[in-house]
Nanobody, 124 residues
Framework: QLQLVESGGGLVQPGGSLRLSCAASGFTLDYYAIGWFRQAPGKEREGVSCISSSGGSTNYADSVKGRFTISRDNAKNTVFLQMNSLRPEDTAVYYC?????????????????WGQGTQVTVSS
C-alpha cells in the first residue's frame, strides 16, 4: 500500500517561503498522481495543487496560482510544493495524497492514499 509522509511545514512570516516534501514508501510514485491539500480550522479540506504521474500536467487552486509550484522527482520518490509569498490565509494543515490515475481532478474525495499532514502557520 502506498504510504506518504509530509515534511517541511513550520512557522513563517507573511511574504516568506516554505518547501513541502511528500515522500513515498511501499510503492514507486511513478504510477500515481499526487495532490497537495490543506485544511484550516473550521473549514473543509481543499485542493491546493495536483500533478500527474509523469509530471506533465498540473493544476492549481486560484488562490495559489503564481505563488505555489508543484513538482516531482520520481527517482527520489518525492513530490514537492514550493510556496512563495505566503499569506496568513495559507495557514492550515497541509496533506499530500495519491491516486492511481490522473484525470485532472484535484478534489480530495478522489484521492485514496493520505499522509498525516504537516502544519503551516503564516504569522508575524
Amino acid at each position: 500500500q502506498l504510504q506518504l509522509v509530509e515534511s517541511g511545514g513550520g512557522l513563517v512570516q507573511p511574504g516568506g517561503s516554505l518547501r513541502l516534501s511528500c515522500a513515498a514508501s511501499g510503492f514507486t510514485l511513478d504510477y500515481y498522481a499526487i495532490g497537495w491539500f490543506r485544511q484550516a480550522p473550521g473549514k473543509e479540506r481543499e485542493g491546493v495543487s495536483c500533478i500527474s504521474s509523469s509530471g506533465g500536467s498540473t493544476n492549481y487552486a486560484d488562490s495559489v496560482k503564481g505563488r505555489f509550484t508543484i513538482s516531482r522527482d520520481n527517482a527520489k520518490n518525492t513530490v514537492f510544493l514550493q510556496m512563495n509569498s505566503l499569506r496568513p490565509e495559507d495557514t492550515a494543515v497541509y496533506y499530500c495524497a495519491g491516486r492511481p490515475r490522473w484525470d485532472g481532478s484535484c478534489r480530495p474525495s478522489t484521492y485514496s492514499y493520505w499522509g498525516q499532514g504537516t502544519q503551516v502557520t503564516v504569522s508575524s
